[in-house]
C-alpha cells in the first residue's frame, strides 16, 4: 500500500491564525482525501482533492475555511482558516489508490486551538 | 443511504479474553464493500480488513477473525484471547461499489480497553 506522509503530525496554534498541512504519498494515486475527526467522535469526509482541479467539498465544508491544494498526483495541501478553538481536531490525509480499494490514512495532523 | 452502526460504544475486557465487536449496516446497493479500520491511542488509521458483498466466507487472521451475514447486515469483529495492546478505537465502514470515496461511511467506533 501507498505510504503517506502527513505533516505536521501536531501544532498548537492560536485562534484566528492558519494552518496549512501538507500530504506527500510516496506513489501516484488519483484519489486522495482529506477527512476530520473531531474529539471523541468518528471521521468526517472534508473534501476531495482533485488534481488540477477545485477540490470536492462535503456539505458543511466550505473553501474559504478548507483551502485545498494539489498540484500533482502524490502531493496536497489542507489550510485551516482563521482558526477558531472547534476546528481542534485531528485531520486525516487519505488515498486510495485503485477503484473500491481500502482507504489508506497519513497518520494525522492533531490540531489543538487556543 | 448509507449507514453504518457500532452499538458499542466502549468494552472493556481482561487480557486473554475474547471480545466481539458488533456491526450493522445499511445500503441500498448490491455490491459494496466492508471494513474494519483500528486506531490505537497513537492516532493512526490501520486497514485490517475489506470483504465485498459477493463474498460471505468467514475470515481468520491470527487472533482476529470475521464474521459476515448479508441475512443480517452485520459484519462482526472477533479478537480472541485478547492483549493490551489491542486497545484501540475500532471502526466499521462502508463503501458502495462506484463511490471512490465520498460516500465511504464510517461508523461512531467502539473504544475497547483490554486490562491487563
Known amino acids: 500500500s501507498a505510504v503517506i506522509s502527513q505533516k505536521p503530525s501536531r501544532d498548537i496554534c492560536q485562534r484566528g491564525t492558519s494552518l496549512t498541512i501538507q500530504c506527500q504519498v510516496d506513489?501516484?494515486?488519483?484519489?486522495m482525501f482529506w477527512y476530520r475527526q473531531q474529539p471523541g467522535q468518528s471521521l468526517t469526509l472534508i473534501a476531495t482533492?482533485?488534481?488540477?482541479?477545485?477540490?470536492?467539498?462535503e456539505s458543511g465544508f466550505v473553501i474559504d475555511k478548507f483551502p485545498i491544494s494539489r498540484p500533482n498526483l502524490t502531493f496536497s495541501t489542507l489550510t485551516v482558516s482563521n482558526m477558531s478553538p472547534e476546528d481542534s481536531s485531528i485531520y486525516l490525509c487519505?488515498?486510495?489508490?485503485?477503484?473500491?480499494?481500502?482507504?489508506?490514512f497519513g497518520n494525522g495532523t492533531r490540531l489543538t486551538v487556543t | 443511504a448509507q449507514k453504518v452502526t457500532q452499538a458499542q460504544t466502549e468494552i472493556s475486557v481482561v487480557e486473554k479474553e475474547d471480545v466481539t465487536l458488533d456491526c450493522v449496516y445499511e445500503?441500498?446497493?448490491?455490491?459494496?464493500?466492508l471494513f474494519w479500520y483500528k486506531q490505537p491511542p497513537s492516532g493512526e488509521l490501520v486497514f485490517l480488513i475489506r470483504?465485498?458483498?459477493?463474498?460471505?466466507q468467514n475470515e481468520i487472521s491470527g487472533r482476529y477473525s470475521w464474521n459476515f451475514q448479508k441475512s443480517t447486515s452485520s459484519f462482526n469483529f472477533t479478537i480472541t484471547a485478547s492483549q493490551v495492546v489491542d486497545s484501540a478505537v475500532y471502526f466499521c465502514?462502508?463503501?458502495?461499489?462506484?463511490?471512490?470515496?465520498?460516500?465511504?461511511?464510517f461508523g461512531p467506533g467502539t473504544r475497547l480497553s483490554v486490562l491487563p
Open positions: 482533492a482533485n488534481q488540477g482541479s477545485e477540490a470536492t467539498y
Open positions: 487519505s488515498v486510495r489508490t485503485v477503484y473500491n480499494s481500502p482507504l489508506h
Open positions: 445500503t441500498r446497493d448490491t455490491t459494496y464493500y
Open positions: 465502514a462502508l463503501s458502495e461499489a462506484g463511490n471512490y470515496g465520498q460516500n465511504f461511511v
Open positions: 506513489s501516484q494515486v488519483t484519489m
Open positions: 470483504r465485498n458483498s459477493f463474498d460471505e
